[in-house]
Antibody
Framework: QVQLQESGPGLVKTSETLSLTCTVS????????WNWIRQPAGKGLEWIGR???????HYSPSLKSRITVSLDMAKNQFSLSLSPVTAADTAVYYC?????????????????????WGRGTLVTVSS | SYELTQPPSVSMSPGQTARITCSGD??????VYWYQQKPGQAPVLVIY???ERPSGIPERFSGSSSGTRVTLTISGVQADDEADYYC??????????FGGGTKLTVL
């Protein structure tokens, strides 16, 4: 069965770069989209960004200027880079597989839902 | 920015029916998905496309929608259902959005 696992430094210095990798095992990375989601301690979930197997990316407007998501299909991995970081970026970071669904209303509207998640990795930003 | 609104908390006794709502202006156009998150664990998908249940999710979990509001219903709440529940949908620019989450307490 397909599993996701996040990896990367647990501590990053303020103003530096947060880099995480998600490894997909037990299956191919050639599915709809691959996403990053984070959760500060005691708070809710925040979607950060996604990448499709085509290489097309989409980022949260609040993070767009600081984020890059990339894909390495040969390694079955995708990655997150966030720079520069502040203490507000301290959170558990999850990677997740996104599956597409479309709803017809006055036109077709597309969205993703997350059927597989990694276990999450805590990243602390501190000076 | 687009927002999904959930009640912060819901409390139920075992065996009762819990209803958790999620409101947003864009919901007539976009599907809503629901996730259950227990402490220290990753979220788990419990409802997709407003009302579909993934395999392995108990039948007591159901979803419904009406206009700008969707509802997650848990019939016959059990102690094991105590968790945070998040709705998720999309805005028209392709941004995925989560609600603030609802803490379900089973008394």
């Amino acid at each position: 069965q397909v599993q996701l696992q996040e990896s990367g430094p647990g501590l990053v210095k303020t103003s530096e770069t947060l880099s995480l990798t998600c490894t997909v095992s037990g299956g191919s990375i050639s599915s709809d989209s691959w996403n990053w989601i984070r959760q500060p301690a005691g708070k809710g979930l925040e979607w950060i960004g996604r990448i499709y197997t085509s290489g097309i990316t989409h980022y949260s407007p609040s993070l767009k200027s600081r984020i890059t998501v990339s894909l390495d299909m040969a390694k079955n991995q995708f990655s997150l880079s966030l720079s520069p970081v502040t203490a507000a970026d301290t959170a558990v970071y999850y990677c997740a597989r996104g599956l597409t669904s479309q709803k017809y209303s006055d036109g077709w509207y597309r969205s993703n839902y997350f059927d597989l998640w990694g276990r999450g990795t805590l990243v602390t930003v501190s000076s | 920015s687009y927002e999904l609104t959930q009640p912060p908390s819901v409390s139920m006794s075992p065996g009762q029916t819990a209803r958790i709502t999620c409101s947003g202006d864009g919901l007539p156009n976009h599907y809503v998905y629901w996730y259950q998150q227990k402490p220290g664990q990753a979220p788990v998908l419990v409802i997709y496309k407003d009302r579909e249940r993934p395999s392995g999710i108990p039948e007591r979990f159901s979803g419904s929608s009406s206009g700008t509001r969707v509802t997650l219903t848990i019939s016959g709440v059990q102690a094991d259902d105590e968790a945070d529940y998040y709705c998720q949908s999309a805005d028209n620019s392709g941004t995925w959005v989560f609600g603030g989450g609802t803490k379900l307490t089973v008394l």
